[in-house]
Nanobody, 124 residues
Framework: QVQLVESGGGLVQAGGSLRLSCAASGHTFSSYAMGWFRQAPGKEREFVAAINWSGVRTYYENSVKGRFTISRDNAKNAVYLQMNSLKPEDTAVYYC?????????????????WGQGTQVTVSS
């Protein structure tokens, strides 16, 4: 099992950038797929991005493709979400997620572990 702690959220103007970090603890981190989800006011939680255990395969929700980049550093037990060209509709609480199925597909739907979330607010 792993514990996940997000950081890096904040307030940014539209068109700006933020980099979210997720620090993980627990054994076998390097074998886990990792992902990011978000939940905006009045909306369901939605998948944002995921990365397989080795980092060679990534998945993105269509609205963030070309703007967000997920990466991981297994030596540091960390996963990151670089968010560029932010839009007001990106405003949400962002959650780090993990799943022991390292392929990366399962974490996009029903991840086994969640972080506490970090608020991202994009002003217009």
């Amino acid at each position: 099992q792993v514990q996940l702690v997000e950081s890096g959220g904040g307030l940014v103007q539209a068109g700006g950038s933020l980099r979210l970090s997720c620090a993980a603890s627990g054994h076998t981190f390097s074998s886990y797929a990792m992902g990011w989800f978000r939940q905006a006011p009045g909306k369901e939680r939605e998948f944002v991005a995921a990365i397989n255990w080795s980092g060679v395969r990534t998945y993105y929700e269509n609205s963030v493709k070309g703007r967000f980049t997920i990466s991981r550093d297994n030596a540091k037990n960390a996963v990151y979400l670089q968010m560029n060209s932010l839009k007001p509709e990106d405003t949400a609480v962002y959650y780090c997620a993990a799943d022991e199925d390292g392929d990366g597909v399962q974490v996009t739907t029903t991840p086994g572990y969640w972080g506490q979330g970090t608020q991202v607010t994009v002003s217009s």
